[in-house]
């Protein structure tokens, strides 16, 4: 993990839209979190009891940030992972609240989506405990072909 590492400037990011475009593709719960850092209440996502096979991406710009065989039930109300995909989670220092934890964003819209704790389960050690509204969840195809 990337602790004391300085949040991105807004510009770094890949995918640029103005505040206005944001506001107009969130919703505005989406938009609180992705765009204001907010938090949605503990319990709230329905993707807490999501157990699909498949995606979960980016509410914001549909990247691939967590596989659902990283998810596990971690009890604290917020949809929870082991590990990202590959490098499209990014990982910053959060001081807020008078509070040292690390904030994880999307790495290609920057878009916040949680925290990352070091109180999960084998095989990282690692809890990502992501908003469930900055994400959306796309499921296998079923059959195959």
């Known amino acids: 993990m990337l602790f004391g590492k300085k949040a991105a400037a807004t510009s770094d990011f890949p995918i640029q839209r103005s505040e206005a475009e944001w506001r107009q593709s969130l919703a505005p719960a989406a938009y609180k979190v992705l765009r204001e850092h907010g938090t949605e209440p503990a319990g709230a996502s329905p993707l807490n009891g999501e157990k699909r096979p498949g995606t979960f991406v ?44 690390v904030e994880v964003h999307c ?23 992501i908003n469930g509204v900055s994400l959306e969840f796309s499921p296998e195809a079923e059959g195959g072909a």
């Open 58 to 101: 980016c509410a914001g710009c549909g990247t691939p940030v967590f596989a659902s065989d990283t998810k596990f039930e971690s009890g604290t109300g917020w949809p929870s992972f082991t590990s990202p995909i590959g490098e499209n989670v990014g990982e910053t220092q959060d001081n807020s609240f008078f509070m040292r934890r």
């Open 107 to 129: 790495a290609a819209c920057g878009g916040h989506l949680g925290h990352v704790f070091p109180d999960g389960p084998a095989p990282t050690g690692l809890r990502y405990c």
